[in-house]
């Protein structure tokens, strides 16, 4: 079993800050990929950013600049940190591992439940 579980979602007026967090736990064997996607009721699911496990970054154009994607190695854990929020970033965020779970079984996506954030003055 695998699970991932994001936290760090809440209210914060825009301008604000937020971090999320997204740590993957069970029987785990390697991390490759992992990103952070949003979706807003009645729409797509939207990629925000994603991380390689060599190190390698990439964003959706709407956060450079503002959104910074990070992993605790050890920890099996992904960071989000959100600077200069925006109503238009409100959404449920996701998190998402690209793994294996043992060293003979294919490479599966697991993704989190979600965390909601909410930009508003």
């Known amino acids: 079993q695998v699970q991932l579980v994001e936290s760090g979602g809440g209210l914060v007026q825009p301008g604000g800050s937020l971090r999320l967090s997204c740590e993957a736990s069970?029987?785990?064997?390697?991390?490759?990929?992992m990103a952070w996607y949003r979706q807003v009721r009645g729409n797509q699911r939207e990629l925000v950013a994603t991380?390689?496990?060599?190190?390698?970054?990439n964003y959706a154009d709407s956060v450079k600049g503002r959104f910074t994607i990070s992993r605790d190695y050890a920890k099996n854990t992904m960071y989000l940190q959100m600077n200069s929020l925006k109503p238009e970033d409100t959404a449920v965020y996701y998190c998402?591992?690209?793994?294996?779970?043992?060293?003979?079984?294919?490479?599966?996506?697991?993704w989190g439940r979600g965390t909601q954030v909410t930009v508003s003055s």
């Open positions: 998402t591992a690209d793994l294996q779970t043992n060293i003979l079984s294919p490479r599966n996506d697991y």
């Open positions: 069970g029987n785990i064997f390697h991390i490759y990929d």
């Open positions: 991380t390689t496990s060599g190190g390698s970054t």
